[in-house]
């Protein structure tokens, strides 16, 4: 008879029970794969326990910062971060058709005009352009890229130094408008931060990653002077001539907010940001890859923005809609997530200074085209938003008057 090696348990039972070698086999295989299953069972059943609390805690409660679900990379999207069916992105959406202005032009007596009312067709269609020769160097670009992703990727403890609730803080860290507080959250983090004059705000920024101030300070500074132009060519184009708010922007407004959208699980169940318009007179953006939204009003669906190399983005802001008495509407964007690769954008936002209030230009009010809007500052705006939730209203519907 063939020798077999016996379990322990077998072991005791073999002065009391003679079995044959092959059903001693087959008995210690049995006992070996029901544990081996029991085993797996309880190792499966503690993971999906495990799941099903992580879940139950993050069903309704928002993330404090340094805990939330984009910073922990969780593999699901929790309760907080889902947004309604009617508002869920696609995964292939349909790219939309934004005007393209050479920047280049404005310098050229030849096509000056030409490109003015290129920008006044985009304003008042689109509310957004691409320009494209606009004098910023490749090297600019990529450095401030670069430094924005270095700081993301900082410990929670070096990026906590900056954090706030506060809107009114000229520099802060989060992940939401009130971090912890917001019923509803989005997959992004953000370092905002004002730019100018440049040399009163600057102390204040970041000193790690240690190239940070340098790269994006110089990114700032050459955002401003497109800044500049543009509001002389978009006060032209309205025909109000292009020094008609000079002095006010040399002296305004300029915030710098650098986005982060970490890879999202499930992309199609959040998003970067809600539909927003900006608060400003308008926001010229960087971006490291596509994911911007804008909201085609032609058929009232959403179109993702084309991703032109070197491009930079201008969104027409409140602001200018208020000053045009309404000829030019702010742009209402939104920002889609991806699965596979980090997202950073870049957005400069231009205005009057934080108490100068923006009003509609009285050459463009008369008796066919009464005043559609109240007058507005930009900590008008911190003050509404700071009231609310970041999802909830439009400080655009607030200054409309109904006529």
């Known amino acids: 008879m063939q020798s077999t090696k016996l379990t322990p348990m077998l072991q005791r039972l073999s002065p009391y029970v003679y079995l044959p070698g092959a059903a001693m086999l087959f008995i210690r295989v049995c006992l070996e794969s029901v544990l081996f299953i029991a085993i797996h069972f309880f190792v499966c059943f503690e993971c999906l326990l ?5 879940r139950d805690e993050s069903s309704s409660e928002s993330f404090p910062m340094g805990e939330t679900a984009q910073e ?9 971060y889902t947004i ?11 790219t939309g058709i934004v005007p393209v202005v050479d920047w280049a032009a404005l310098s050229s007596p030849d096509r000056r005009s030409d490109a003015i009312n290129e920008i006044k067709n985009a304003c008042s269609r689109s509310g957004c352009f691409q320009i494209i020769n606009h004098g910023i160097s490749q ?11 270095n700081f993301f990727k900082l410990p929670t403890k070096e990026k906590a ?3 706030s609730n506060d809107v009114h803080k000229p520099v802060r860290y989060g992940t939401s408008l009130k971090d912890g507080q917001d019923k509803l959250q989005y997959w992004r983090v953000f370092l905002k931060h004002y730019a100018n004059p440049l040399n009163q705000w600057i102390q204040q920024w970041p000193t790690n990653p240690p190239e940070y101030r340098e790269q994006m300070g110089t990114f700032a500074t050459e955002v401003n002077k497109i800044a500049a132009e543009l509001m002389k060519a978009i006060t032209e184009s309205l025909g109000l001539g292009p020094t008609y708010l000079t002095h006010k922007m040399e002296n305004g407004m300029q915030v710098m907010v650098i986005n982060c959208y970490p890879p999202c699980p499930e992309p199609t169940l959040s998003l970067g940001l809600p539909p927003h318009s900006d608060y400003s007179c308008f926001t010229i953006v960087l971006h490291s890859s596509q994911g911007l939204e804008i909201l085609d009003k032609s058929d009232d669906t959403w179109k993702v923005v084309p991703d032109l190399h070197s491009a930079l983005m201008v969104h027409v802001g409140d602001h200018i809609e208020v000053l045009s008495n309404g000829i030019y509407k702010s742009m209402v964007h939104r920002v889609a997530l991806n699965r596979d690769e980090t997202r950073i954008s870049i957005a400069s936002l231009h205005s009057l200074g934080m108490n100068e209030k923006m009003e509609t230009a009285k050459e463009l009010i008369d008796d066919e085209h009464p005043k ?20 909830e209203g439009s400080f655009i519907e607030t200054l409309k008057i109904k006529n």
């Open 72 to 80: 922990k990379a969780f593999s699901h999207v929790p309760q907080c």
């Open 139 to 149: 090297s600019v670009l990529d450095g401030a890229l670069e430094t924005a992703f």
């Open 372 to 391: 559609g809007y109240r007058e507005s500052s930009m900590m008008d705006f911190l003050n509404f938003l700071s009231k609310r939730d970041i999802s």
């Open 50 to 54: 495990r799941l099903i609390m992580e």
């Open 161 to 163: 130094k900056f954090m």
């Open 84 to 94: 309604s069916t009617s508002q869920r992105p696609g995964l292939n959406p349909e």
